[in-house]
């Protein structure tokens, strides 16, 4: 029985070494366009790959799995990441989990996990075909199963073959990207960071918190990455061209008027810029003082009136900005769509239209935010492929 495996990213190779494992006796070869299998695995992370999470503060997998969530929930029956730590522990590759919980190898280099698969595709004989880009069936007529492990395809050329065979394709836009914000008042304080902040697009539900950095282009960090993620299909139907709504503290109106209250009675005399009750950083504080109060940003804390107040609260909690474009966060993005989930069998991942032809990694309507998300999610579905063909043969 012969497999071929459309695509050297982590995905396939995933795949060809458990499906190797669970059946010595397939014969199993991976196509890989370019020259350099594992390309993406090696720039991951920061050249240190953050290969899964240990999810200890996932409560809703829809949070880190803006699509695909359902299907992922499913498949982590068979596959999750708990699996993957040991999977990794258990062929070589001793992993560490930081305290923002995403979990890296021992050796903090991409590397490892690289010459982990590298090795086990050796061990077993599987064959690398390189400089072979595949886009239809024909050409590997004379084997048994076939697995897409092609990855994401921002601008859906990788997916036209796909759709040709009958797929229906969720169309591919990028995700977690940063926002360009056309401010020099704000851009000014680039490197800054709100350490708590949340972000909105205004008229939707799509919000996200954690930190937020200022660049000389907009913002980046986590809150804004996470945003972009969820609201990766709608800023790509407005062009990137959105208001945002940034609280400074992800703190409700009430909370801060009670906290500018306090500071009002506590320090009467003393000078707004002063005392900060929001644990912001000064540059950070001083521009929202002026940029809410304007000529009275030099008051003293016992002299804000009503109006002032209401002004801060609004530039605290519900300060609006011009998103006029994305730039790529280092340029880590995933894409969003694919090959979409209604076309495929939800338990074994064979497409619905296409027998023995099955989809792993990001090829499909799945993608996640930062923190090692995508790679699980090619670990979980190309162990599900995996398993699946060595179901269906024996
Ligand atoms: C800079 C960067 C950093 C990242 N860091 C992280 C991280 O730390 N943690 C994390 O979880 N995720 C990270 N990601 C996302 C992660 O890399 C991807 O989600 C993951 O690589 C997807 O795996 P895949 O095997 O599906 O696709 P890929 O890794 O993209 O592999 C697909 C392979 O298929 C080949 N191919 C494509 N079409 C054909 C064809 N027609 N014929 C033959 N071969 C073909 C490609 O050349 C490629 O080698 C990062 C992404 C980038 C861009």
């Not at 590997?140 to 065979?165: C, H, I, M, N, Q």
């Not at 011009?322 to 064979?350: D, H, M, P, Y």
Request: hydrophobic share 40%; with cysteine; glycine share 8%.
């Amino acid at each position: 029985m012969k497999t071929a495996v459309i695509g050297g990213g982590a995905a396939g190779f995933f795949l060809s070494v458990n499906l190797k494992e669970l059946m010595p006796e397939m014969d199993v070869t991976i196509f890989e366009r370019s020259q350099h299998v594992l390309a993406k695995v090696e720039v991951s992370g920061g050249g240190r790959c953050n290969c899964t999470n240990s999810f200890a503060s996932v409560r809703d997998l829809s949070a880190v799995y803006p699509r695909g969530h359902r299907l992922m929930k499913r498949l982590f029956n068979v596959f999750d990441y708990e699996d993957a730590y040991a999977w990794f522990e258990r062929h070589g590759v001793p992993l560490v989990t930081q305290t923002d919980e995403c979990v890296f190898p021992e050796a903090q280099d991409s590397h490892a996990v690289i010459d982990c698969f590298l090795s086990l595709a050796r061990r077993h004989h599987i064959k690398i075909c390189m400089g072979r880009k595949i886009t239809s069936l024909e050409e590997l007529s004379d084997y048994d199963f076939v697995a897409v492990t092609t990855g994401g395809s921002p601008k859906g050329e990788g997916l036209r073959w796909l759709a040709d065979l009958g797929h229906e394709i969720a169309q591919p836009v990028p995700s977690l990207f940063t926002f360009n914000i056309a401010d020099s008042s704000l851009t000014a304080l680039m490197g800054f960071v709100a350490e708590q902040a949340s972000v909105m697009i205004p008229g939707t539900k799509l919000r996200a918190s954690g930190p937020l950095l200022i660049t000389h282009w907009g913002m980046s960090g986590p809150a804004i990455l996470k945003l972009s993620s969820y609201a990766a299909r709608l800023l790509a139907e407005h062009q990137y061209q959105s208001p945002l709504s940034v609280n400074w503290i992800d703190k409700g109106e009430e909370a801060v008027r009670s906290l500018l209250t306090e500071a009002m009675i506590r320090h009467p005399q003393k000078k707004l810029s002063t005392v900060n009750p929001f644990e912001l950083s000064q540059r950070l504080w001083g521009y929202l003082l002026e940029k809410s109060l304007v000529d009275r940003a030099q008051v003293k804390w016992g002299e804000l009136n009503k109006k002032d107040i209401n002004r801060l609260v609004n530039a605290l909690c519900n300060d609006t900005y011009q998103i006029a474009g994305r730039s790529a966060f280092k340029e880590e993005f995933v894409t969003c769509g694919g090959v979409s989930l209604q076309s495929i069998n939800s338990t074994t991942l064979e497409s619905k239209v296409v027998p023995r032809l099955f989809f792993a990694g990001e090829v499909l309507d799945i993608d996640g935010i930062t923190g090692g998300f995508n790679f699980q999610a090619a670990w979980t579905t190309a162990y599900t492929v995996a398993s699946a063909i060595a179901t269906k043969v024996t």
